[in-house]
């Protein structure tokens, strides 16, 4: 097998480019993915990047395109995308030892540096043609989207929501750590000292940093400074520092490592509701308004994520204090059950005999249910019924803590970063994030099948929005109904088009094929 991958290899760096017709004549199984792979990801490379960055979707013909509203031609998304495709490069690079993999990789991490805030982090968008026109995108498009108000005002700082700065920068960490190629150093030391500086004393990371507190909301001050849980950003930051840890050999950073896994035990509130808000003001240390829907709350689906992560980090130190308060969590949110007669249950599809159904907000110290709705242009709280709802697998939680406190501390320890000496190799990202299992021999040809002119596959946009226009209305509803919102909604019927989430997929399905024989 290894022979055969090194001369088909070799045969593909000498610039062989194996059609679909020639496919059909002979080629071994292991050279039309490898031919179908490179076809691919050229095509992605060449043609539907900007300057090697990425968005999320595309029409056919790169008329229109979304990351998570719609996106100028010149732009690049961070969230996901960009360095998500960094990231399978070198995967592919490291599974096959082709150099092309490996510069596409620098070809996406140039991309990510050239729109890396000098502080050292980013935002959501990079925006290839420059600040007057991201700042047109905000004034157009951005403050459009009833629901992304965080896309409403244009800060020209970085955020850590949606992992808009750890992906990239875990991205542009990998690549270093592979060579050590010091053209890489300066924006992972400036990535680390942004992570350093903007960490709160009691160990917290605000959404956004450098603080910028200057936009606020129908009366309702900016959240942006307020410590963060929100889509498991303090955990992301934890992890990341951990990586820089580990890559770097940094032993100064397990102060702020353990701190921030500190912080998650002096934030867990009290009774009625032992669990952690979405934010928590930096001053007081309570939970807090977020956006216009989200009133100062507890989040179900956080506080679950919030238990994972205590479990986490005893196994990361061996500290029992991160497991003490964890049943108390779990009992509440099992509290909070929603019967399956509840009208917010009855036809549910995601309502299953393993995933409990409950509110997603709670208010601080009464255990109401909190709804938010519109109502002329402006978010109504109301208690009447359940708002946005969670779904958690109680029983899987809740089987992961009676295993870890079932275990001795070196059993719950075995794999941790922190208390090993052993040599660090970078953890697989993609295929694990993207694939699990291995495909069938008849679904690779399958994949290979549906590329379109052997270049990129074509499958349904998940979101798309309405074309822009001027708006003179106040916005009131949202899209689809009413086309002055620029929120994303789902198509129907669908629209065909590419998307870097399948193409990562498809590409990661075959290399595990590939690999697995």
Not at 175 to 192: C, F, G, I, N, W
Not at 328 to 333: K, T, V
Request: charged content about 20%; hydrophobic content about 35%.
């Amino acid at each position: 097998m290894k022979t055969l991958l090194k001369t088909t290899i070799a045969l593909l760096l000498t610039g062989c480019v194996i059609s679909s017709a020639l496919a059909q004549r002979g080629q071994t199984t292991e050279q039309r993915i490898l031919a179908a792979v490179k076809q691919a990801t050229t095509y992605m490379l060449d043609e539907v990047s900007y300057r090697g960055g990425f968005v999320w979707s595309y029409l056919p013909d790169l008329s229109r395109q979304w990351g998570e509203m719609e996106a100028y031609r010149t732009m690049a998304w961070t969230q996901e995308g960009t360095p998500e495709v960094g990231e399978l490069m070198l995967d592919l690079y490291i599974a096959t030892g082709d150099e092309y993999y490996y510069q596409a990789a620098e070809k996406i991490a140039a991309a990510l540096i050239w729109g890396q805030h000098p502080s050292g982090g980013w935002s959501y968008i990079i925006d290839f043609a420059g600040d007057a026109s991201i700042r047109q995108w905000y004034n157009t498009i951005g403050k459009n989207g009833i629901r992304l108000e965080e896309f409403h005002h244009y800060y020209g700082n970085c955020t850590y929501d949606d992992d808009a700065t750890a992906l990239p920068a875990r991205f542009i960490l990998r690549l270093y750590s592979m060579k050590h190629d010091p053209k890489y150093r300066a924006s992972v030391e400036q990535t680390l000292d942004h992570l350093l500086k903007s960490q709160y004393p009691i160990g917290g990371w605000p959404q956004r940093y450098p603080l910028n507190d200057e936009f606020s909301k129908n009366g309702i001050p900016s959240y942006t400074s307020y410590i963060t849980f929100n889509d498991e950003v303090h955990k992301n930051n934890v992890d990341l520092l951990i990586l820089y840890y580990r890559v770097l050999g940094k032993k100064e950073l397990l102060e702020p490592i353990l701190r921030a896994m500190n912080c998650v035990i002096a934030l867990q509130q009290g009774a009625p509701n032992p669990g952690w808000g979405d934010q928590h003001d930096h001053r007081d240390y309570k939970p807090t308004h977020a956006r216009g829907f989200e009133p100062p709350h507890i989040n179900t689906r956080n506080t679950y994520w919030m238990c994972d992560n205590l479990m986490d980090f005893y196994q990361q130190t061996g500290e029992s204090k991160f497991l003490v308060r964890v049943p108390e969590a779990m009992n509440w949110l099992e509290s909070l059950k929603l019967p399956n007669d509840h009208p917010s249950v009855v036809g549910n599809a995601r309502s299953t005999p393993n995933v409990n159904t409950t509110p997603m907000f709670i208010e601080p110290g009464t255990n109401k249910y909190i709804r938010s709705h519109v109502e002329n242009g402006r978010y109504i709280i109301n208690y009447d019924r359940p708002g946005m709802l969670a779904y958690l697998n109680m029983n899987r939680l809740r089987d992961r803590y009676n295993t870890l406190i079932a275990m001795s501390v070196d059993e719950a320890t075995a794999d941790s970063d922190l208390l090993t000496d052993e040599s660090f190799k970078f953890p697989d990202w993609v295929t694990r994030k993207r694939f699990s299992g291995t495909p069938t021999l008849q679904e690779v040809n399958d994949l290979i099948a549906k590329l379109v002119n052997g270049k990129y596959w074509l499958v349904p946009i998940p979101q798309i929005s309405h074309p822009f226009v001027e708006q003179n209305t106040d916005l009131v509803t949202r899209a689809p109904r009413n086309v002055n919102d620029m929120s994303p909604y789902a198509p129907d019927p669908p629209v065909m088009g590419i998307t870097t989430r399948s193409y990562i997929q498809n590409i990661a399905r075959l290399m595990t094929f590939l690999q697995s024989n």
